[in-house]
Nanobody, 123 residues
Framework: QVQLVESGGGLVQAVRSLILSCAASGSILRINALGWYRQAPGKQRELVATIVGGSSTNYADSVKGRFTISRDNARTTVYLQMNTLKPEDTAVYYC?????????????????WGQGTQVTVSS
């Protein structure tokens, strides 16, 4: 079991910056990857960024060059630095973890989600 708690959302003006944090607890040694997803009103949840290990990152095209995902050395907290924010970045941002689970001699990946944090960017 892994628990994820996000913080750092809020209301910000366009072109400003915001940083989100997600603290993981529980079976953190079994976390394979951490990431951020977002869901805007009326839209499906979409990938924003992921990080595997300490340095392998992946970003949605819409945030490349503006957002940076990182992880602390203890690998218990993942951050999302969001720069040059746009109104279209407005969404609920969710922290996500892929967690390995051993069952009947096979490894599986389970999804864990945080409760979400609202980010609103005004024009």
């Amino acid at each position: 079991q892994v628990q994820l708690v996000e913080s750092g959302g809020g209301l910000v003006q366009a072109v400003r910056s915001l940083i989100l944090s997600c603290a993981a607890s529980g079976s953190i040694l079994r976390i394979n990857a951490l990431g951020w997803y977002r869901q805007a009103p009326g839209k499906q949840r979409e990938l924003v960024a992921t990080i595997v290990g300490g340095s392998s990152t992946n970003y949605a095209d819409s945030v490349k060059g503006r957002f940076t995902i990182s992880r602390d050395n203890a690998r218990t907290t993942v951050y999302l630095q969001m720069n040059t924010l746009k109104p279209e970045d407005t969404a609920v941002y969710y922290c996500h973890a892929d967690v390995r689970r051993l069952s009947s001699g096979r490894w599986y990946l389970d999804d864990y989600w945080g409760q979400g944090t609202q980010v609103t960017v005004s024009s």
